[in-house]
């Protein structure tokens, strides 16, 4: 379908699109909607299949894209982009329908401000832990957390995206779509564990998560090379420059997450995301502003309202 039809028709007599995709990647593309039956803004996701595509292949990545709309689905949290809905999988271009996020990517956050301050680094970490918490409780691993896989909200919050390459350890009610010969991922940001032999686990996302913090802190990735195997061999093989042999001023309490993160074995990293939230979030404090990113403090946030009312309703009275 071309992007002159998409837009002049009714997706499933409903979703009218925007003139031009917002987002495209390797596999799909993002499109502004409005919901006209509602009357609300929502974001259309599309599979982009390659030209050389054959049938095996393009069953492989309608299978893919059904379970990250399962996936994503699923993970009800703050976090996490709400699924409105899906075309039917025989569709000829299958699309998914999710809640529209505004923001800008912490990929595109730091190559725009090289580091973030302590305090902004914490904040975003400790709220990808509070979704990777949700989802390893239900058997989850993202397998492709990254700065561009973030988003950061006007108000300040964070959306965790693209469940595309998530696995469901142990269960079988989703398949685990991995073609031969190829591990899923950013070797940028994958575990060596991940890398040498495939193995998926939680403390896999959390070594992506420690290569995430690392950049936001430094402003450059924990390792850069000409081609991806090169990135790949160093995560397996090299130790990374400390952070703050890089940025002394970071705290030696937040190096020592980020370190422990970073760890080559995996039973060596934090035991989980409830952990490494619980020694993120001392350090997300004294906010600065962002203008042109974030709202300005004087502007209520009903979420902020909504989210210190929460922590009011579950912190247990001090006898």
């Given at each position: 379908?071309?992007?002159?039809?998409?837009?002049?028709?009714?997706?499933?007599?409903?979703?009218?699109?925007?003139?031009?995709?917002?987002?495209?990647?390797?596999?799909?593309?993002?499109?502004?909607?409005?919901?006209?039956?509602?009357?609300?803004?929502?974001?259309?996701?599309?599979?982009?299949?390659?030209?050389?595509?054959?049938?095996?292949?393009?069953?492989?990545?309608?299978?893919?894209?059904?379970?990250?709309?399962?996936?994503?689905?699923?993970?009800?949290?703050?976090?996490?982009?709400?699924?409105?809905?899906?075309?039917?999988?025989?569709?000829?271009?299958?699309?998914?329908?999710?809640?529209?996020?505004?923001?800008?990517?912490?990929?595109?956050?730091?190559?725009?401000?090289?580091?973030?301050?302590?305090?902004?680094?914490?904040?975003?970490?400790?709220?990808?832990?509070?979704?990777?918490?949700?989802?390893?409780?239900?058997?989850?691993?993202?397998?492709?957390?990254?700065?561009?896989?973030?988003?950061?909200?006007?108000?300040?919050?964070?959306?965790?995206?693209?469940?595309?390459?998530?696995?469901?350890?142990?269960?079988?009610?989703?398949?685990?779509?991995?073609?031969a010969g190829h591990t899923p991922g950013t070797p940028a940001y994958m575990a060596p564990e991940q890398l040498m032999s495939g193995t998926t686990s939680a403390r896999g996302d959390l070594y992506s998560l420690g290569c995430t913090v690392y950049e936001m802190l430094t402003g450059q990735p924990v390792f850069t090379a000409s081609t991806s195997f090169a990135v790949a061999s160093k995560q397996v093989g090299k130790d990374p420059v400390r952070v703050r042999d890089l940025r002394p001023e970071v705290p030696p309490e937040l190096a020592e997450v980020v370190n422990a993160l970073l760890e080559k074995q995996p039973e060596n990293r934090p035991a989980g995301a409830v952990e490494v939230y619980e020694r993120l979030i001392r350090f997300a404090q004294e906010l600065e502003p962002m203008p042109g990113v974030l709202h300005p403090p004087s502007l209520p946030s009903p979420q902020r309202m909504y989210g210190a009312a929460l922590a009011r309703v579950f912190t247990p009275a001090h006898s």
């Open positions: 379908m071309t992007e002159t039809a998409r837009h002049s028709r009714l997706l499933d007599g409903r979703y009218r699109l925007s003139t031009a995709p917002l987002a495209r990647g390797g596999m799909g593309e993002v499109w502004e909607g409005r919901d006209v039956r509602l009357g609300r803004e929502v974001a259309v996701k599309f599979i982009r299949f390659p030209r050389d595509c054959d049938d095996g292949e393009r069953a492989e990545l309608v299978r893919r894209f059904t379970r990250e709309a399962r996936i994503t689905a699923e993970l009800q949290h703050p976090g996490v982009p709400t699924v409105f809905g899906m075309s039917a999988p025989e569709e000829e271009q299958p699309y998914l329908v999710m809640q529209r996020i505004h923001g800008v990517s912490v990929a595109d956050l730091v190559a725009e401000q090289e580091q973030l301050s302590v305090g902004w680094a914490s904040g975003v970490a400790a709220q990808v832990c509070a979704v990777l918490a949700v989802a390893h409780r239900a058997s989850l691993v993202h397998r492709d957390l990254k700065p561009g896989n973030l988003m950061l909200e006007p108000d300040g919050t964070v959306k965790v995206l693209d469940f595309g390459l998530a696995v469901a350890l142990g269960r079988t009610d989703m398949s685990q779509i991995t073609r």
